[in-house]
């Protein structure tokens, strides 16, 4: 996605950003102060060190090579992590395990040290606090009766906490605003391409691909408009017919159909008045409303868009391919008030003529009554 398309999409989609954002921070916030339950977290420290009263000096260099391995603390991590260990330490205390289902334990080994960070959250500073060094000591005696080579003690007994580790408002408030302003960013951009689709698809719907005209069913859809805006008003319907690439029309690359099509569309708006209507009436007809416009005086107009249009085309990535339209064309003028389907299947019966006689533009003359 380009740079500047982005920020187009931005700017276009900002108050879905603002309101996302907006959301996003007032939910933080309600969760936080009336919803979340604050979490303690009491952490104590261990440092494990060879036993200095059973390791003579020949085996101490051998002991602290072994702990460089961090085989030996990762063991003691894991008897801190043990659930057996946790259970037998609260039964010590006389304590029901199910008392402290809301507590969480972790041991963590500290980088480039011999250090094991223990930590218990829970919802009561002191309850964590308590648990962190009675399940710490229970544990340090355990290891004790199994190793004597090494020891592991206390370096920092934990105390009870004053303030939760979560939630924190503002820092959750700020997370959330950085999260609202991304969604708010991916529903801007969805928007926009969603928009953009239907507004294709729509296109689709009134205007033809190929030729860029108005469709066949949307040319009659704004006649009749214009007719039931002014049910009197005379309007000629012309049929134009592009008898020079019938027999080639098929082979053409569709690129170049393309090509043909749509420098005809631009040829019949450029010569019509702008409140003139162009349309795709079949695969290789044209139609044209000319509004207030009879019949006799629109004679010169398409006479003059027929020589336009019989000039040889050129089209791009084939100069050496010259395309001759010779367009036939019928029309018909609507001053009794008939149906749209009477007059244009006057402008047919006009066309009719025009491919069969030499005279390649005519108006259909024949009327009832005159």
């Known amino acids: 996605m380009e740079i500047r398309f982005f920020f187009k999409v931005i700017q276009r989609g900002w108050w879905m950003i603002l309101i996302s954002a907006l959301l996003a921070v007032n939910f933080s916030l309600i969760y936080s102060y009336y919803i979340a339950k604050p979490e303690y977290e009491a952490v104590a420290r261990f440092i494990v060190s060879p036993n200095l009263q059973n390791t003579d000096s020949r085996d101490m260099v051998n002991s602290l090579e072994a702990l460089d391995k961090r085989s030996i603390i990762a063991t003691y991590a894991e008897v801190l992590n043990s659930y057996q260990i946790t259970n037998e330490a609260l039964q010590m205390l006389r304590k029901n395990p199910a008392e402290f289902v809301e507590y969480t334990t972790s041991a963590t080994l500290l980088p480039d040290a011999n250090i094991i960070r223990y930590s218990v959250q829970g919802p009561d500073p002191e309850v964590a606090a308590m648990l962190a060094n009675n399940i710490g000591q229970y544990a340090i005696d355990y290891v004790r009766k199994l190793y004597i080579v090494y020891n592991i003690d206390f370096l920092d007994k934990a105390t009870a906490p004053e303030e939760p580790y979560k939630p924190r408002p503002l820092q959750d408030a700020l997370l959330a605003l950085l999260v609202g302003i991304v969604i708010g960013m991916g529903l801007a951009i969805f928007r926009d391409q969603l928009s953009g689709t239907l507004a294709r698809v729509g296109q689709r719907n009134i205007v033809d691909y190929e030729s860029n005209a108005l469709t066949r069913v949307q040319f009659e859809r704004r006649v009749r408009e214009e007719i039931s805006k002014q049910p009197d008003v005379v309007i000629t319907l012309g049929i134009i017919y592009l008898n020079g690439i019938q027999e080639i029309y098929d ?61 040889p085309m ?57």
């Open 251 to 311: 082979s053409l690359p569709q690129m170049y159909v393309n090509q043909i099509l749509r420098k005809v569309t631009e040829t019949l708006k450029y010569q019509l008045r702008g409140n003139d209507l162009v349309g795709r009436w079949s695969k290789l007809q044209f139609s044209v409303l000319l509004l207030s416009t009879d019949g006799t005086a629109a004679l010169s107009r398409l006479e003059r868009i027929r020589e336009i249009l019989d000039q």
């Open 314 to 370: 050129t089209l791009e990535g084939a100069e050496e391919l010259s395309i001759h339209l010779d367009p036939r064309i019928g029309f018909a003028d609507r001053q009794g008030g008939e149906a749209v389907s009477v007059t244009s299947n006057q402008a047919e019966n006009a066309l009719d003529v025009s491919m069969a006689s030499d005279v390649k533009v005519n108006m259909y003359k024949v009327r009832p009554f005159g």
